[in-house]
Every structure is written in C-alpha cells, then in structure tokens.
C-alpha cells in the first residue's frame, strides 16, 4: 500500500491521463476519491481494491477486513523469512517457536474473515473424552 502523499497524487494523474474518471465517491479505507476505469471498474488509486459502501458501519467492515488482510499478509511474510532461517539451520528451535506463533496468527485472520463473510462463528470441536 502507498502511504506518500506524493505517490498518490502520481497515481490519480495517471488514472486521469488514461481516460478514468473521478468520481464523488471516496474510499473508506484511505479517503482518496474512487475512479471508474473505462471498462466500468471502480478503482480507488492507492490499492486499486474497490471499496464502494453505503453505509457508515459497511466503511467500518471495509477497513476491519483491510487491516486483517494487511495482518496476514505480514504473517505470512515473516512466516517466509522464519522458514529461511530455519533451513541455515540457526536457532531452529525458536525459529521454529516463532513459526508457530505466526501460523496462529494466518489462521485466526481466515477465521475471523470466514465469520465475517458469512456472518456465523464457527463452532469449537470438542474431543471425545472416555465415556
């Protein structure tokens, strides 16, 4: 994702150049205006997602998803790096702790965005004890 200030007015006068149009619509995520491509795609110039909403608390979804996506994909970045590390063969039994912790982490991103896209928590599995 872009984050200077400068890159993004780059970005939008690109969009421009090729034809986009902006519109009145602005991305709920970073706040810059949405563009529609020619093809009919509305684009927004940062992360060329299309965040269009509705509703205050639909913006609010659009930016809790944003920012666990942002979430595993750094996981899953320091997840490669770990996996490097450990087959230098250095400290393979922390590497090894550390790779655990962040596949915790990619697994509770795609648990909490499967609840949100179907809007039911999934149920824990309970072991069966002696009986």
Do not use: N, Y
């Amino acid at each position: 994702m872009v984050h200077d200030r400068g890159e993004a007015l780059r970005r939008m006068t690109e969009l421009l150049r090729t034809g986009a149009v902006m519109l009145d619509l602005t991305c709920p995520i970073c706040g810059l205006p949405l563009f529609r491509l020619k093809s009919g795609e509305i684009v927004c110039p940062l992360h060329g997602k299309v965040h269009v909403v509705s509703s205050e608390e639909e913006a609010r979804r659009v930016r809790v998803d944003a920012v666990i996506e942002e979430l595993e994909e750094l996981a899953a970045t320091r997840l490669s790096a770990l996996m490097r590390e450990a087959l230098s063969g250095e400290g393979e039994e922390a590497v090894l702790g550390l790779m655990v912790k962040w596949l915790d982490v990619i697994e509770r991103c795609r648990r909490i965005r499967s609840v949100s896209s179907t809007g039911q928590v999934p149920q824990k599995k309970i072991g069966k004890g002696k009986q």
